[in-house]
């Protein structure tokens, strides 16, 4: 039987826009109140899941978020008609509108945290979305995000849906973003790496302390007993506090993982030797690539203005492995250097691709928190929701509808717009009917 590793990259939303929300990280605050343009962040993203599954790989698509969010402004004390609650909320509470109106379920990576079939007691692809409760205009996701999920993998014999951890700091659960896997082979029995930020419940232990650490140990074992896995199949690691400081908000800022290959840059953790031994001593003698990236050659800035580790490692049809990268990566001559430098170093990265996904960059995602990975085998993949999976058709479809509902550009000011509800969900409900979603979204209800 065939097994793969399918990316299912996240559709950027209608309202795609620069608010500047996501405190710790460098690139988000660093454009606060730029102009977006939410039709090419939308297309960029496309054609680089196109391009994907172009070279042969398993590619789907995720749905975005409603935005602006006026179930959430309701809940917060904004009445009247659709419009009433938007005017009084852009007057009364602005950052509160721009919370609602965040089109960040773009990242995937944090929508949930998924553990493939091989791994768990159960025989099932667990996935346990991400409840993100460390950021108010990302803590308003969960719900949907789970009945997007339901929707596209849509078969309960193959496929278990848990509900978001509990709404409370000690359990902070930003998803994927901070979980990797390791295997020989995709359909084989894997170690599952939880990196987190701090202990919730041990005061005493190492934090950061500029920025906070969004992922907690308490919430990622919570995950790991959910998921029905074993502990040598778990191993739970540290985030440097230091690194978190400066600019490193997830893992996958700083490090990345693909089959037998963990490439990571040697700040990334605390008690790095430990972990690397724990993790070599379960992958029960198998081969294993740990690269590391020294500080001398890529500098922790360089990495976090890059996104050298918010790359995607992918095999290849051929079974050679290869980097996606955004085009920062490229522009950038210390990571550009580097990357040229790791193709010949004997590991089994071979390639690197250069997208131009600078809409998401400027906010402070690449490549690799636009998708969710989903370890499965050829009879898991298909069972998923057929209409979600990329093909010729459904890009062409994508983009016309992307053409045919979003703006080219989009002012913080224009989140006031009482006719960007109408677009949004106009767009939103032929999206549902393409994609064959049912009523995930709450003003479908």
């Known amino acids: ?58 590619q789907g698509m995720l749905a975005p978020q409603e935005r602006p969010d006026l179930h959430t402004l309701r809940r917060i004390g904004f009445s009247g008609t659709d419009a009433e609650v938007l005017n009084k909320a852009a007057k009364q509470a602005p950052a509160l509108l721009r919370a609602c109106c965040s089109a960040s ?6 929508a949930a945290t998924v553990s493939p079939s091989a791994d768990t007691h159960d025989g099932k692809i667990h996935f346990t979305p991400a409840n993100l409760v460390d950021k108010l205009h990302r803590s308003i996701e969960p719900e949907t995000t789970g009945n997007i999920l339901a929707a596209t993998f849509n078969n309960s014999r193959y496929f278990h849906h848990h509900q978001h951890l509990p709404e409370h700091v000690s359990f902070g659960d930003e998803g994927a973003a901070n979980h990797t896997r390791l295997c020989n082979e995709y359909g084989h029995a894997g170690i599952e790496l939880f990196v987190y930020g701090q202990e919730a419940t041990n005061p005493s232990a190492p934090k950061p302390k500029k920025y906070p650490a969004r992922q907690t140990l308490e919430a990622s074992q919570a995950i790991a007993r959910l998921h029905q896995l074993d502990d040598e199949s778990s191993v739970f690691i540290q985030q440097n506090p230091d690194v978190i400081d400066q600019g490193v908000f997830h893992n996958d800022v700083i490090a990345v993982g693909n089959q037998n290959v963990l490439f990571y840059h040697e700040q990334a953790f605390v008690d790095t030797q430990k972990k690397l031994a724990e993790i070599q001593d379960k992958f029960n003698g198998h081969e294993l690539h740990f690269v590391e990236v020294p500080t001398a050659k890529v500098g922790i800035q360089d990495a976090v203005k890059s996104y050298l580790f918010n790359t995607q490692i992918v095999t290849l049809p051929n079974g050679e492995m290869a980097i996606i990268a955004p085009t920062n990566c490229q522009e950038n001559e210390a990571v550009h ?7 010949t170093l004997g590991t089994p990265i071979k390639q690197v691709h250069y997208f131009d996904v600078k809409q998401s960059m400027q906010n402070g995602g690449g490549p690799a928190c636009l998708r969710l990975r989903v370890a499965m085998n050829e009879t898991e993949l298909a069972a998923v929701n057929p209409n979600t999976l990329m093909t010729d058709e459904l890009f062409n479809r994508l983009n016309l509808w992307v053409d045919k509902h979003y703006r080219d550009q989009l002012a913080i000011e224009d989140l006031a717009d009482p006719q960007l509800i109408v677009e949004s969900r106009t767009a939103l409900d032929e999206l549902t009917q393409i994609m064959k979603l049912g009523s995930v979204y709450q003003f479908q209800k």
Do not use: R
């Open 1 to 58: 039987m065939k097994h793969y590793e399918a990316n299912f990259d996240g559709l950027v939303g209608p309202t795609h826009n620069y608010a500047g929300l996501s405190y710790g990280n460098v690139a988000s605050l660093n454009n606060a109140a730029a102009i977006s343009s939410p039709k090419a962040a939308a297309k960029q993203g496309l054609k680089k899941a196109k391009a994907l599954a172009d070279l042969g790989l398993a």
């Open 337 to 343: 250097a580097y990357l040229n430098e790791l193709v």
């Open 105 to 110: 379920s773009m990242w995937t990576a944090n």
